[in-house]
């Protein structure tokens, strides 16, 4: 199954900064996903993106999407302490049912 | 509350020994995974049932086993022929026909080998 990639590995930002990662994939896809995870914790779902859609927004989140790149990128604007945590992005084949996640970017925010 | 619930949060194993994972929900969700992440690393899937008394490999099936046989328990067992199951281990659930499968995840096992 295909997972998606997550660039960077690490990102380090002062708060009040913007935080902007990106996801690579390789086939087609229904949607696309982000999660967050914060340490020894489950992941929480954050945004869900159609493959017919190119933007999406929810509170501070922004997601966009390139079908024709096969790549999706999550912004967080004016980010806070509180925004530290692992963000995951997921996608689902067309036909599949299961959910592949990639090995997600970790994003310390500093006080 | 409305959730998925995984017991218990810390679990030790010996050599040779089968442990079990217990997973509930009461999001009366269809679909259950059972997820393994490493340290650093991302999710890969284990098991995953999308209805009572049926269930798949994922990718990552060898030295696991799991059962189906309530619509909100999916435990995972962790067999002796797991050689590497040091790992944190993550129960889902998800509603088919909601329009995108958003899964919904517990707050993880933590198995160590002593």
């Known amino acids: 199954s295909q997972q998606g990639e997550e660039d960077p590995q690490a990102l380090s930002i002062q708060e009040g900064e913007n935080a902007t990662m990106n996801c690579s994939y390789k086939?087609?896809?229904?949607?696309l996903q982000w999660y967050r995870q914060n340490s020894g914790r489950g992941l929480v779902h954050l945004i869900l993106?159609?493959?017919?859609?190119r933007e999406k927004h929810s509170g501070r989140l922004r997601v966009t999407l390139d079908t024709s790149k096969k790549s999706s990128s999550l912004l967080i604007t004016a980010s806070r302490a509180a925004d530290t945590a692992s963000y995951f992005c997921?996608?689902?084949?067309?036909?599949?049912?299961?959910?592949?996640f990639g090995a997600g970017t970790t994003v310390t925010v500093r006080a | 509350d409305g959730g998925i619930t995984q017991s218990p949060k810390y679990l030790f194993r010996k050599e040779g020994q089968n442990v079990t994972l217990s997973c509930e929900q009461n999001?009366?969700?269809?679909?259950m995974y059972w997820y393994r992440q490493d340290p650093g690393q991302g999710l890969r899937l284990i098991y995953y049932?999308?209805?009572?008394?049926?269930?798949q490999k994922g990718d990552i099936a060898e030295g696991y086993s799991v059962s189906r046989e309530k619509k909100e328990s999916f435990p995972l067992t962790v067999t002796s022929a797991q050689k590497n199951p040091t790992a944190f281990y993550l129960c889902?659930?998800?509603?088919?026909?909601?329009?995108?499968?958003?899964?919904?995840f517990g707050e993880g096992s933590w198995l160590t080998v002593v």
């Open positions: 997921a996608t689902r084949d067309p036909g599949d049912y299961k959910l592949s």
């Open positions: 086939t087609s896809i229904n949607n």
């Open positions: 993106i159609r493959s017919n859609e």
């Open positions: 999001l009366n969700h269809d679909a």
């Open positions: 049932s999308q209805i009572v008394n049926d269930f």
């Open positions: 889902a659930s998800s509603a088919p026909g909601n329009g995108g499968n958003t899964i919904y």
